[in-house]
């Protein structure tokens, strides 16, 4: 009976060598991946390869080069209000006063007049004037020769009073969501943003997406704001869309704490991750080989030499940084971090020991109490 129990027991500890409890995979565990599989590249973190991140430039997906519109703001459209003044020298139809000279005059201020769905507007005199796609001066124009004839030398004064078809909706993280009208001034993304109260998010967090049309754009906030090409000029109908996405990074394995956290404004360094996170386990981490997975942009993994093909999130490249020798901080304290990134740390050989000792002194001290209740029970 006991000899069965005890043969049990072993089975069991050597079944539970391959499965051992742990946070992760071993630091083995991933260079085998790299080499048997392909499915990353491993880069040795050292100064060098720093050096080569830092050169590429930091992390700028996407643009909104592509959006910008040469497409006139200023033009009237259908719904637009405009402000006519008619000014007719002789007085003979709005009626006015007579000259120190002798010489009739009126000047006939009309309410605002709607442009209506077939891009006119009534003036009276003149009947409907067609003003749709004419700037206001154009559109004093068109007035003016509906006029001649009926008026000895009519003079016409147009203005804007609500402008509603050049404008733009932004939508999302941004103070006072709504229609931002565009004008020949302010008809860029900052422009309009800055119309409806601004982002409500820090920019660090926030796509700006632009569509129009079938076509769509997008770029973080922070690209608009620090280079000069993203803030393009917009047109009429287009949709703005400010969405929060916040950067975050992941950490796992043998550290004192595995989180996901938020990353703050600015710089974010490795030395930073890791302080937020605790720092390594002294008693499990393996401080030889502190991982960072990330998928990187290809202009970065050919600079650092990466032959890996890419996928459609960039190349799946894993960065090992030594932090037992003392040069390990001062690369970790250059070496930023991207969202998404995620830190790990994986067990040392000797915790891996340690947690098997520990569970074949648990299996020994079972077989030891059944032999002994196995004794008892014979005697």
């Given at each position: 009976?006991?000899?069965?129990?005890?043969?049990?027991?072993?089975?069991?500890?050597?079944?539970?060598?391959?499965?051992?409890?742990?946070?992760?995979?071993?630091?083995?565990?991933?260079?085998?991946?790299?080499?048997?599989?392909?499915?990353?590249?491993?880069?040795?973190?050292?100064?060098?390869?720093?050096?080569?991140?830092?050169?590429?430039?930091?992390?700028?997906?996407?643009?909104?080069?592509?959006?910008?519109?040469?497409?006139?703001?200023?033009?009237?459209?259908?719904?637009?209000?405009?402000?006519?003044?008619?000014?007719?020298?002789?007085?003979?139809?709005?009626?006015?006063?007579?000259?120190?000279?002798?010489?009739?005059?009126?000047?006939?201020?009309?309410?605002?007049?709607?442009?209506?769905?077939?891009?006119?507007?009534?003036?009276?005199?003149?009947?409907?004037?067609?003003?749709?796609?004419?700037?206001?001066?154009?559109?004093?124009?068109?007035?003016?020769?509906?006029?001649?004839?009926?008026?000895?030398?009519?003079?016409?004064?147009?203005?804007?009073?609500?402008?509603?078809?050049?404008?733009?909706?932004?939508?999302?993280?941004?103070?006072?969501?709504?229609?931002?009208?565009?004008?020949?001034?302010?008809?860029?993304?900052?422009?309009?943003?800055?119309?409806?109260?601004?982002?409500?998010?820090?920019?660090?967090?926030?796509?700006?997406?632009?569509?129009?049309g079938d076509q769509f754009f997008a770029a973080p906030l922070t690209a608009v704001t620090s280079h000069f090409e993203e803030n393009v000029r917009l047109q009429s109908g287009d949709q703005i869309n400010l969405v929060y996405q916040p950067r975050r990074f992941s950490s796992f394995g043998?550290?004192?704490?595995?989180?996901?956290?938020?990353?703050?404004?600015?710089?974010?360094?490795?030395?930073?991750?890791?302080?937020?996170?605790?720092?390594?386990?002294?008693?499990?981490?393996?401080?030889?080989?502190?991982?960072?997975?990330?998928?990187?942009?290809?202009?970065?993994?050919?600079?650092?030499?990466?032959?890996?093909?890419?996928?459609?999130?960039?190349?799946?490249?894993?960065?090992?940084?030594?932090?037992?020798?003392?040069?390990?901080?001062?690369?970790?304290?250059?070496?930023?971090?991207?969202?998404?990134?995620?830190?790990?740390?994986?067990?040392?050989?000797?915790?891996?020991?340690?947690?098997?000792?520990?569970?074949?002194?648990?299996?020994?001290?079972?077989?030891?109490?059944?032999?002994?209740?196995?004794?008892?029970?014979?005697?």
């Amino acid at each position: 009976m006991t000899r069965s129990l005890l043969s049990l027991l072993i089975v069991s500890i050597l079944a539970g060598c391959s499965t051992l409890p742990r946070d992760g995979p071993s630091n083995s565990a991933v260079v085998r991946g790299s080499v048997e599989n392909a499915d990353y590249a491993i880069v040795d973190l050292d100064y060098a390869a720093a050096e080569r991140i830092k050169a590429v430039g930091g992390e700028r997906t996407g643009s909104l080069a592509g959006a910008a519109s040469q497409a006139p703001v200023d033009v009237i459209g259908e719904g637009d209000q405009l402000a006519v003044a008619i000014f007719e020298p002789s007085g003979s139809l709005f009626g006015g006063g007579v000259s120190e000279s002798g010489v009739r005059s009126g000047n006939q201020n009309l309410p605002p007049v709607t442009v209506d769905r077939s891009g006119s507007v009534t003036v009276p005199f003149a009947g409907s004037v067609r003003v749709a796609g004419m700037t206001t001066t154009e559109a004093q124009a068109a007035i003016r020769r509906a006029l001649t004839g009926r008026i000895g030398n009519p003079q016409v004064n147009v203005t804007m009073a609500t402008n509603v078809s050049n404008a733009v909706t932004v939508l999302g993280e941004v103070r006072t969501p709504g229609r931002a009208p565009l004008s020949t001034n302010a008809d860029t993304i900052l422009d309009v943003i800055a119309a409806r109260g601004g982002a409500s998010r820090p920019s660090q967090d926030v796509e700006v997406q632009i569509r129009r049309g079938d076509q769509f754009f997008a770029a973080p906030l922070t690209a608009v704001t620090s280079h000069f090409e993203e803030n393009v000029r917009l047109q009429s109908g287009d949709q703005i869309n400010l969405v929060y996405q916040p950067r975050r990074f992941s950490s796992f394995g043998a550290l004192s704490a595995v989180t996901q956290q938020d990353m703050p404004a600015g710089e974010f360094t490795l030395a930073d991750a890791l302080s937020r996170s605790g720092g390594l386990n002294d008693a499990a981490a393996n401080a030889r080989s502190v991982l960072i997975f990330r998928f990187e942009r290809p202009e970065v993994a050919r600079a650092l030499g990466v032959t890996q093909a890419p996928t459609p999130q960039g190349v799946p490249i894993v960065y090992r940084l030594n932090l037992e020798e003392g040069v390990g901080f001062f690369i970790a304290s250059s070496f930023l971090v991207e969202p998404r990134d995620i830190i790990y740390a994986p067990r040392a050989l000797s915790a891996e020991v340690g947690k098997f000792f520990g569970l074949v002194q648990q299996v020994t001290r079972v077989a030891y109490d059944v032999t002994v209740a196995s004794t008892l029970n014979t005697n």
